[in-house]
T-cell receptor, first 116, second 113 residues
Framework: NAGVTQTPKFQVLKTGQSMTLQCAQD?????MYWYRQDPGMGLRLIYY???????DKGEVPNGYNVSRLNKREFSLRLESAAPSQTSVYFC???????????????FGPGTRLTVT | TQLLEQSPQFLSIQEGENLTVYCNSS?????LQWYRQEPGEGPVLLVT?????EVKKLKRLTFQFGDARKDSSLHITAAQPGDTGLYLC?????????????FGKGTKLSVKP
């Protein structure tokens, strides 16, 4: 099992360009998440999908859109990139079910994005 | 509002020393998790604590959940260079959306040989 995979690993964009970050999990998890991690700020939730067909905003959703393509895949789109979106982006998944285990999240290796 | 405060922010110690990292909040959590993140990688789950007062051991790592379920600590005995990394605590709030966690900002640990 690969767990959670993310592509690309690195990306450099110019201000105003758009791009989509891809995430896939092979653990049959229902819930998926997108976070950004910035120095001194910790992990902040951008969007999440509790189950296939649903998405909800997290703490910092502005400037982003998401698509839950199917149970395995959850993509994050930057429509018009800004330097403030320079960050490391992590996708995670968790299993819905017994309360305790539904909170245990499994993370991908991250996408390092620089917007110039 | 920072709901989970971790301390210290940075810790640099010699191999063989003991250390404790703290995770504190004014909020009550239904469960709390500890993750370790190595440079260039995503966080990896170490443990979940659920019951107030619970103590869990993972080899040289001891995790404790406070009686009131508002705080937690991670104690490492005889630290090794392989313990180097960012340690994150994350809490699941009562009434929060299922699966959503509140993360602390982390403690960056460096263990020198």
């Amino acid at each position: 099992n690969a767990g959670v995979t993310q592509t690309p690993k690195f990306q450099v964009l110019k201000t105003g360009q758009s791009m989509t970050l891809q995430c896939a999990q092979d653990m049959n998890h229902n819930s998926m998440y997108w976070y950004r991690q910035d120095p001194g700020m910790g992990l902040r939730l951008i969007y999440y999908s509790a189950s296939e067909g649903t998405t909800d905003k997290g703490e910092v959703p502005n400037g982003y859109n998401v698509s839950r393509l199917n149970k395995r895949e959850f993509s994050l789109r930057l429509e018009s990139a800004a330097p403030s979106q320079t960050s490391v982006y992590f996708c995670a998944s968790s299993q819905q079910g017994a309360a305790v285990f539904s909170y245990e999240q499994y993370f991908g290796p991250g996408t390092r994005l620089t917007v110039t | 509002t920072q709901l989970l405060e971790q301390s210290p922010q940075f810790l640099s110690i010699q191999e063989g020393e003991n250390l404790t990292v703290y995770c504190n909040s004014s909020s009550v959590f239904s469960s709390l998790q500890w993750y370790r993140q190595e440079p260039g990688e995503g966080p990896v789950l170490l443990v979940t604590v659920v019951t107030g007062g619970e103590v869990k051991k993972l080899k040289r790592l001891t995790f404790q959940f406070g009686d009131a379920r508002k705080d937690s600590s991670l104690h490492i005995t005889a630290a090794q260079p392989g313990d180097t990394g960012l340690y994150l605590c994350a809490g699941a709030r009562y009434g929060g959306s299922q699966g959503n966690l509140i993360f602390g900002k982390g403690t960056k640990l460096s263990v020198k040989p």
